[in-house]
């Protein structure tokens, strides 16, 4: 069992729909991560949260938007999605950003567009 | 692109025998770390070594690191068939970023 816990683990959702990913940690960890993984490919860095706050967007598109509404919760919300967005949406945490501390991953939510 | 190299993509070993994988990166870094992932599961992180580190052992896990080369490796010992699975080296570069860049990756199967 891993301490990040990502809901749902699996989402198959059309093109028009708005679904919402969601990530919740426990250990106090002040740093959160959405990373998108491709089939036999290393996870890719999406977003970073410091401390709640919103600290590195990497050029993702705006049908991604995520939320940290408090330190332990992270979300992400979905709409207007294309199948090549079709990933493994992996969160992670970590102590803080930077540092010589490893990250925590969850198990990831599987996304399938049709 | 920050991203590493792996090498080799895929491994095949028999149990008990050593794995060994190599990963190359670009950038002056602050550590370097080293996670598996199983098959449809999030990583899980082995472990890590510092810029001013050369070796570092955990349990079967020996990992390297030469900084001058760009370079470190991961050898387990003795693998066991639940060893099967891929294996990332990730760099915690030193541009202000702090954001971990993930190598290509390896998948080692052990056949029992």
């Known amino acids: 069992d891993t301490e990040v816990t990502q809901t749902p683990k699996h989402l198959v959702m059309g093109m028009t729909n708005k679904k919402s990913l969601k990530c919740e940690q426990h250990m106090g960890h002040r740093a959160m991560y959405w990373y998108k993984q491709k089939a036999k490919k290393p996870p890719e860095l999406m977003f970073v949260y410091s401390y709640e706050k919103l600290s590195i967007n990497e050029s993702v598109p705006s049908r991604f938007s995520p939320e940290c509404p408090n330190s332990s919760l992270l979300n992400l919300h979905l709409h207007a999605l294309q199948p090549e967005d079709s990933a493994l949406y992996l969160c992670?945490?970590?102590?803080?950003?930077?540092?010589?501390?490893?990250?925590?991953f969850g198990d990831g939510t599987r996304l399938s567009i049709l | 692109s920050q991203q590493g190299e792996e090498d080799p993509q895929a491994l095949s070993i028999q149990e008990g025998e050593n794995a060994t994988m190599n990963c190359s990166y670009k950038t002056s870094i602050n550590n370097l770390q080293w996670y598996r992932q199983n098959s449809g599961r999030g990583l899980v992180h082995l472990i890590l070594i510092r810029s001013n580190e050369r070796e570092k052992h955990s349990g079967r896990l020996r990992v390297t690191l030469d900084t001058s080369k760009k370079s470190s490796s991961l050898l387990i010992t003795a693998s066991r068939a639940a060893d099967t699975a891929s294996y990332f080296c990730a760099t915690l570069d030193q541009t202000g970023a702090n954001n971990l860049f993930f190598g290509t990756g390896t998948r080692l199967t052990v056949i029992p």
């Open positions: 992670a945490s970590s102590q803080v950003t930077g540092s010589n501390q490893p990250q925590h």
